[in-house]
């Protein structure tokens, strides 16, 4: 018995620095960026030497893909079943819209540096296809029940996802100076000139 108890001591001892270790790298993506963020830097932060997090970590990619699993489950995406039940798809978008670009305000520091560095860090490319792929199941949510075929549903859609993009949102609301409703009734409008 005392034997179990020491193993699951361990057992949580080497959980708990792992997380330190996932923490204080998922820190300095969103500080300095992927492509400056180092094994020594990572360590210092998590109180830690470097060989331990390599113990844990032994490739860049397993590092980054805890990482991006810990922040996803921090800041969840916008729930895009809650918009499938909006049967109007101009107010689905809308509230679509609001809610992500929250989401965007939420996470831009990360947003901003991991897209800056994913041509310097190849872990990261593979990192973001869930996103990607759940960019697209969000466009076939909210392109639907507009009424519209062939080449109108696609600039429709294309419309959409220009819309759905962090750099729409950074550039409208970031460098732009507007406010989060305005780039939405903005957006939502490019939505509506596109389906006319």
Same mark, same amino acid.
């Given at each position: 018995m005392a034997r179990?108890?020491?193993?699951?001591?361990?057992?949580?001892?080497?959980?708990?620095? *792992?997380?330190?270790? !996932? =923490? #204080?790298?998922?820190?300095?993506?969103?500080?300095?960026?992927? $492509?400056?963020?180092?094994?020594?830097?990572?360590?210092?932060?998590?109180?830690?030497?470097?060989?331990?997090?390599? *113990?844990?970590?032994? !490739? =860049? #990619?397993?590092?980054?893909?805890?990482?991006?699993?810990?922040? $996803?489950?921090?800041?969840?995406?916008?729930?895009?079943?809650?918009?499938?039940?909006?049967?109007?798809?101009?107010?689905r978008l809308a509230t679509a819209l609001d809610e992500l670009y929250r989401w965007y305000e939420e996470t831009s520091e990360m947003w901003t540096r991991i897209l800056r560095d994913r041509e310097l860090v190849e872990a990261i490319e593979p990192n973001l296809q869930p996103f990607y792929d759940y960019v697209g199941h969000c466009v076939a949510t909210l392109s639907a029940g507009w009424g519209l075929r062939g080449r109108r549903k696609r600039v429709l859609e294309a419309s959409i996802r220009h819309a759905l993009e962090f750099a729409t949102w950074q550039s409208l609301v970031r460098r732009g100076d507007?406010?989060?409703?305005?780039?939405?009734?903005?957006?939502?409008?490019?939505a509506r000139a596109s389906a006319s």
């Open positions: 179990k108890y020491e193993l699951q001591q361990r057992a949580d001892a080497m959980e708990e620095t *792992r997380l330190r270790i !996932t =923490e #204080a790298a998922m820190e300095l993506h969103g500080s300095v960026g992927p $492509a400056r963020t180092t094994v020594t830097a990572v360590a210092e932060r998590a109180g830690v030497q470097r060989h331990t997090v390599y *113990r844990h970590f032994p !490739t =860049e #990619a397993e590092l980054f893909a805890s990482c991006t699993a810990h922040f $996803a489950a921090l800041h969840p995406w916008p729930d895009t079943d809650a918009w499938s039940r909006i049967d109007d798809p101009r107010e507007i406010a989060r409703s305005e780039a939405v009734n903005l957006m939502t409008a490019l």
